[in-house]
């Protein structure tokens, strides 16, 4: 299997969401939120659900009132995953919060004066929960917004800000997230931030990243870049109106940066006038048939034996399709040609099979 290059990861701090930690070796953890009130506990509890069983590590609610912050203490109870609190400016919120999460996000400081910082700290302390400090390049503090603007620049020194007003309260159980709504800003700003020398886990997300399409690109571009640089301790992948989505592209980005050691990579050819087969449908039913698998390998279906061979070297499983048929090749040798309408149950059963036999040579 072909080894993607990426440089070593940077070296923070391990901080602890429930039981996930994030930063130091720890691995990169999937976060995502959900849209439904709060405070209807029925309804977040079933997108919860959702999001745990589509493989995501940590969840994010709305705390938008009291409503919502009483709720909170329900949804733990029940909760699958980890839950952090999202506060903006009202920090009698986050102290009713702390009593029942496991995180808490805030800007400390759009929460207010120093002693209103200190109290939250103070909670957050009580209950050994951390706060992940939400730096967003569309909402920045005044003075900064004044002096450089919504620019990746101005996001760092708000991030700075907001660290050093923690810190002064001798806490440090914090992780930090710099989100833009743009590709460009949101790797600058990380990078930026990274050079500091600050020793805090990174939340990476680009925010306000609009429906799948383009959430998906914009999202690919700017984490995928960081997390081969080596930048990223924990992620979201921001999608209009989607859960289990967001994790969905958030384990693929992973999975194709190299940073994720599990379950199955898919090479597939273009289609083209060399095919000779259903390649697309094929493909798609591998995809399907195949999601379950979490041994991670490389496997190539491919539509004519012009690529099909190279491909299949630095596969560990491929198909090379012919005229109504196809050869399956295993570890760069052919295990045989099959007939179309018998090649997916049998690919099937070899790419299962190999998966049990690497997972027995871990």
């Known amino acids: 299997m072909e080894k993607i290059t990426h440089f070593s990861r940077r070296k923070t701090k391990t901080i602890y969401v429930g039981n996930v930690p994030i930063g130091g070796d720890s691995p990169i953890s999937i976060q995502s939120m959900t849209f439904s009130k709060t405070c209807d506990t029925q309804a977040t509890l079933e997108q919860i659900n959702r999001l745990a069983l589509a493989g995501c590590d940590i969840v994010r609610v709305a705390v938008s009132d009291e409503k919502d912050a009483h709720a909170l203490k329900e949804l733990k109870a029940h909760s699958p995953l980890p839950i952090v609190a999202d506060i903006h400016f009202r920090y009698k919120l986050a102290l009713i919060a702390s009593e029942s999460v ?12 120093k002693d209103r910082i200190k109290a939250v700290v103070e909670a957050c302390k009580q209950r050994g929960i951390p706060i992940r400090i939400g730096v967003n390049g569309g909402s920045l503090e005044k003075q900064f917004e004044e002096k450089y603007g919504a620019t990746p620049q101005g996001m760092v020194q708000s991030a700075l800000y907001n660290i050093k007003l923690l810190e002064d309260f001798d806490f440090t159980d914090i992780k930090v997230s710099l989100k833009a709504s743009d590709v460009i800003r949101t790797i600058e700003a990380y990078k930026l931030l ?50 289990e989505e967001e994790v969905n592209v958030a384990r693929n980005i992973l999975r194709y940066s190299g940073r994720l050691k599990e379950g199955v990579s898919i090479v597939s050819c273009p289609t083209c006038g060399r095919i000779e087969a259903d390649l697309v449908s094929m493909v798609k039913e591998v995809e399907k048939r ?7 390998m490389q496997v190539s279906v491919m539509g004519c034996a012009v690529n099909a061979l190279g491909e299949a070297k630095h596969a560990d499983i491929a198909i090379a399709f012919g005229n109504h048929d196809g050869l399956i090749i295993k570890g760069g040798k052919i295990l045989g040609k099959f007939k179309e309408n018998e090649l997916l149950e049998k690919f099937v059963f ?10 027995e040579n871990k």
């Open 350 to 359: 070899e790419v299962q099979q190999l998966a049990n036999e690497m997972g």
């Open 194 to 243: 990274a050079q500091s020398g600050i020793i805090y886990p990174f939340h990476l997300g680009v925010t306000e990243a609009g429906t799948l399409p383009h959430s998906m690109i914009k999202s690919s571009m700017a984490l995928g870049n960081l997390l081969l640089e080596g930048i990223g301790d924990t992620m979201r992948v921001s999608i209009t109106g989607e859960l």
């Open 290 to 296: 195949l999601k379950h698998i979490k041994t991670p």
């Open 102 to 113: 496991d995180a808490i996000r805030i800007n400390p400081g759009n929460i207010g004066s």
